[in-house]
């Protein structure tokens, strides 16, 4: 079955210190991978997918296949990332065309 | 600011009774979906439609109804028949397989 796992409920940083939100998915061909990111009281809204290959907001991802992950990284975290994060992976076979989303990860960063 | 919009914000049913959460979109988009996300659950497929006309269950269809007679428009029913409906709900539209677009949400409490 195709799962996204999210390890962490809560990461605390504190500002300036990096960050890295664990994501590892199961599927056997080739993942579509996104990052999705909900600021308070804003809308559900996509950071980063691993085909553009961009970097936004100074996060990147790397997908790493032998060891289906897709870690989302900031070397220096601000105030301004605290959000709910969520990794999604686009499936295929019986989901195929939807995402499967992870449960979530809630980025905390204090002063 | 357009793209999707969701309507009411805010909703509050009784027990026994049957609501409609809208969902309109103005991005042309072929597909919507509806999610329901819950504190440490991530979120959750409701209905997914491909096409006008047309539409499939998700992962917790039980309880819940939708219709697809228009493009822009993809409305949910909640009905009495769904045990636990108190809950924050999300509608997404896309270009099929590709990134998913996200309303701001309606919030179902059951009084």
């Known amino acids: 079955a195709q799962r996204v796992t999210q390890p962490e409920k809560l990461l605390s940083v504190f500002k300036g210190a990096p960050v890295e939100l664990k994501c590892n998915y199961s599927y056997s061909g080739s993942p579509e991978l996104f990052w999705y990111v909900q600021y308070s009281r804003q809308r559900l809204q996509l950071l980063l997918r691993h085909i553009s290959r961009e970097s936004i907001k100074g996060f990147t991802a790397d997908l790493n296949k032998g060891e289906t992950s897709f870690h989302l990284k900031k070397p220096f975290a601000q105030e301004e990332d605290s959000a709910m994060y969520y990794c999604?992976?686009?499936?295929?076979?019986?989901?195929?065309?939807?995402?499967?989303f992870g449960k979530g990860t809630k980025l905390s960063v204090k002063p | 600011d357009g793209g999707i919009t969701q309507s009411p914000k805010y909703l509050f049913r009784k027990e026994g009774q049957n609501v409609t959460l809208s969902c309109e979109q103005n991005l042309n988009h072929d597909a919507m979906y509806w999610y329901r996300q819950d504190p440490g659950q991530g979120l959750r497929l409701i209905y997914y439609s491909q096409i006008v006309n047309d539409f499939q269950k998700g992962d917790i269809a039980e309880g819940y109804s939708v219709s697809r007679e228009k493009k822009e428009s993809f409305p949910l029913t909640v009905t009495s028949a769904q045990k636990n409906p108190t809950a924050f709900y999300l509608c997404?539209?896309?270009?099929?397989?590709?990134?998913?677009?996200f309303g701001p949400g309606t919030r179902l409490t059951v009084l």
């Open positions: 997404a539209s896309s270009i099929w397989g590709d990134e998913q677009f």
């Open positions: 999604a992976l686009l499936g295929h076979g019986g989901s195929q065309g939807n995402l499967i």
